[in-house]
């Protein structure tokens, strides 16, 4: 089983549509959890962290579940713009070890 | 101030070459982070060096070996080269060591082995 899981989609949405996409971690000690974004032969780039609680930074709204190890990444209202492919990543051990999923490909169309 | 630095941008090897990749983190950050990313998947973790001692290793072969220099820079050395080597290596470098820290990542060196 891979450690952190994704539908690797594409998601073809149009402008101004919700969209959500899923992950599940393995490893119940993981400590802290993220959503990169990536574009086109560019390199990650932190969107947003994952808290228990849920967090939301403008459109983007993300969600924790500990017990079910399943992180969401709801995007509302999409852009032409959120084109990319979302990474869910997960942080563990006592340094800094990134672990990424396969990323889930988001095309939004007008 | 400037971002994460990696060098070359692109690279073209043969089966069975060396490569040494290189990679400047931001100004005042100590800690270096190297990732292998296939096309089509995540990126993978190699390494991780802080005050130039590795504090951190993935799962990779004996071929693949880094160091960190007193500036902090950083250098990824691959021998023996497959064709299965042919990824975008990506650096990240965080202010410290340990899971508080962000990490952020410079634009990558794709390495082409043919």
């Known amino acids: 089983r891979k450690e952190v899981e994704q539908d690797p989609g594409p998601f073809n949405v149009p402008e101004g549509a919700t969209v959500a996409f899923n992950c599940t971690y393995s490893n119940s000690a993981s400590q802290s959890f993220f959503w990169y974004r990536q574009d086109c032969r560019k390199e990650p780039k932190l969107l947003m962290s994952?808290?228990?609680s849920g967090n939301e930074d403008g459109r983007f709204t993300a969600q924790l579940n500990r017990a079910s190890q399943y992180i969401s990444l709801l995007i509302r209202d999409s852009k032409l713009s959120d084109s990319a492919t979302y990474l869910c990543v997960v942080r563990e051990g006592g340094y800094n070890k990134l672990i990424f999923g396969a990323g889930t490909r988001l095309a939004v169309h007008p | 101030d400037a971002g994460v630095t990696q060098s070359p941008t692109h690279l073209i090897k043969t089966r069975g070459q060396h490569v040494t990749l290189r990679c400047s983190p931001i100004s005042g950050h100590k800690s270096v982070s190297w990732y292998q990313q296939v096309l089509g998947q995540g990126p993978q973790f190699i390494f991780q060096y802080y005050e130039k001692e590795e504090r951190g290793r993935g799962n990779f072969p004996d071929r693949f070996s880094a160091r960190q220099f007193p500036n902090y820079s950083s250098e990824l050395n691959v021998n023996a080269l497959l064709l299965g080597d042919s990824a975008l290596y990506l650096c990240?470098?965080?202010?410290?060591?340990?899971?508080?820290?962000?990490?952020?990542f410079g634009p990558g060196t794709r390495l082409t082995v043919t």
């Open positions: 994952v808290y228990s």
């Open positions: 990240a470098s965080s202010s410290s060591f340990g899971t508080a820290y962000e990490q952020y």
